[in-house]
């Protein structure tokens, strides 16, 4: 998505060679009308899968997920982080490990808002080793929902997140796949910017 791509380049910060900062449009900031488009971009690679509903994560999976949703006409829930769970009866929780900010997060989704009739569209900031998409993935399963795929928005494809999905047999639609952060640059798998 090229205007998601320039986007990453003039405005994205290479904190290392594993960890590019995007504060200023999506994870402290977010550009709406960027979200817009990206928003209209994944709805139009999932308009043929009758999405019910999308299942995200606080709190900046939220607005490429919202601008979905408007999109497809269809529902957002968004899974809470906590230290940890006390009182679980009514909730769907997994345990989330961040290799980048090294914590574990329990993650939790009240049970009444996902039901087994549900086509889920799983989508997220950014795709790193995969493990928040699997904590999603878990919740949509326990509650015996469909899980059409996953719609990230920023994928670091040097990561073994898509692998671990695609090796699972899901669908993983990302609309910037980064190569490698090296040098101090975002390098893309597909390079070429119209
Ligand atoms: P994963 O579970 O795939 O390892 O990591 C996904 C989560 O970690 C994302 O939801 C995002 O919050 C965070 N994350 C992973 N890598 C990066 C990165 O390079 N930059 C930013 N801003 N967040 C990241």
New binding site residues.
């Given amino acids: 998505m090229d205007v998601l791509k320039k986007t990453i380049l003039s405005e994205g910060k290479v904190i290392n060679e594993g960890?590019?900062?995007?504060d200023s449009f999506l994870?402290h900031a977010i550009k709406p009308s960027l979200m817009k488009e990206i928003g209209e971009e994944f709805a139009m690679l999932f308009k043929s899968n009758n999405i019910t509903k999308i299942v995200t994560?606080e709190s900046?999976g939220i607005a490429p997920s919202l601008m979905t949703a408007l999109s497809l006409d269809c529902d957002l829930v968004f899974a809470r982080k906590r230290k940890s769970l006390t009182m679980t009866d009514h909730l769907y929780s997994a345990s989330?490990h961040?290799?980048?900010k090294q914590v574990t997060n329990e993650i939790a989704v009240s049970k009444e808002l996902i039901s087994p009739e549900d086509n889920i569209l799983i989508i997220?900031?950014?795709?790193?080793?995969?493990?928040?998409?699997l904590g999603l993935a878990d919740l949509v399963h326990q509650a015996n929902a469909t899980l059409i795929g996953f719609g990230i928005v920023i994928e670091?494809s040097f990561q073994p997140?898509r692998q671990i999905l695609e090796d699972k047999g899901y669908r993983v639609e990302s609309l910037a796949r980064i190569a490698n952060l090296s040098n101090g640059t975002v390098s893309f798998e597909d390079a070429t910017i119209k």
């Fill in positions: 960890v590019l900062k995007v994870n994560l900046s989330v961040s290799y980048t997220d900031d950014f795709l790193a080793n995969g493990q928040a998409a670091k997140g």
